[in-house]
């Protein structure tokens, strides 16, 4: 079996966090574990409530199931505090695992979910040792310094990262306009590609980046090279997007069961650059 970690924040409202990339685990057939890193109080409409984990506990989490487990790909969400990713480095440190850093920042609804004096921290600790960390527009603008308005803007901030000593890039496009939905990918070896299917017009985004994240793990921890670790993560979030549950009254939850039923009717287009 393979096996897989989350070190993330819990949604009760079930739609991201820690709830979303276990869903995602589960039906790509890998066994999912977690370090809890903070509680929220959420639902479709937003947070209401944080409470944060103390760094020692989050460690303990993730000594414990490292040392039983043989866990080959690990995700990080929400981290909330510099001090809670100073501990997850510390852990992370001596260990071999392929690691996603998807760099959760803000909330739709807009609750800080990191707090910016961890925003340093996160770019010293994780990104030099991650595989891949997966920044959506407004991430990228933070972590690399410099304002997204273009394309072109997009990778500049993209090679900017990649300066930090990650190995990949994705640079996700849901928060801009247009009938794609398009994903840049660059390569610490220079190479380059997109990746667009057609944007859904729907509130049901409610853990679309958690979900995308845990794709890529998922897919990581069954063996699949990276880019087509990516490509396919971006298939399950597509048909997870495109067949709405309707649940909630504010931005509702990506669609879990979807992939199973319709993954050979999905589309997703690959450009190289
Ligand atoms: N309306 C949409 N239609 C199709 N694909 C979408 C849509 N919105 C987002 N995506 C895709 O979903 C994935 C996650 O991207 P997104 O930019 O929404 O992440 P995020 O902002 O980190 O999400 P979250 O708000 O959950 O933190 C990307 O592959 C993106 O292209
Ligand atoms: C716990 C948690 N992690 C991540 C996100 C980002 O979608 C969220 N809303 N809640």
Partial sequence: MD????????????????????????????????AIT??????????????????????????????????????????????????VAQVLADKDMLLVIDPVMIAKGGAPLLQRSAIEALKKHLLPIATVITPNIPEAAELSGIEITSAEDAKKAAHIL??????????KGGHLEGDQAVDAVYFADGTSFMMES?????KQTHGTGCTFSAAITAFLGK??????????????????????LNIGNGHGP????????????????????
């Fill in 3 to 34: 096996i897989v970690m989350t070190v993330a924040g819990s949604d009760s409202g079930g739609g991201a966090g820690i709830q979303a990339d276990l869903k995602t685990f589960q039906e790509l057939g890998v066994f999912g574990t977690t």
């Fill in 38 to 87: 903070a509680l929220t109080a959420q639902n479709t409409w937003g947070v209401e409530g944080i409470v944060s984990v103390e760094q020692d506990f989050v460690k303990q989490q993730m000594l414990t199931v490292l040392a039983d487990f043989p866990v080959r790909a690990l995700k990080t969400g929400m981290l909330f505090s510099a001090e809670i990713i100073e501990g």
């Fill in 162 to 171: 990649l300066q930090t000593g990650v190995n990949c890039v994705v640079m």
């Fill in 198 to 202: 057609q944007r859904i017009r729907t």
């Fill in 223 to 244: 063996g699949f090279e990276l880019k087509e670790a990516i490509i396919e993560a971006k298939k399950y979030v597509q048909l997870a997007i495109s067949h709405p």
């Fill in 254 to 273: 990506t669609n879990h069961f979807a992939y199973k039923h319709y993954k050979n009717q999905v589309e997703v287009m690959v450009v190289e650059a």
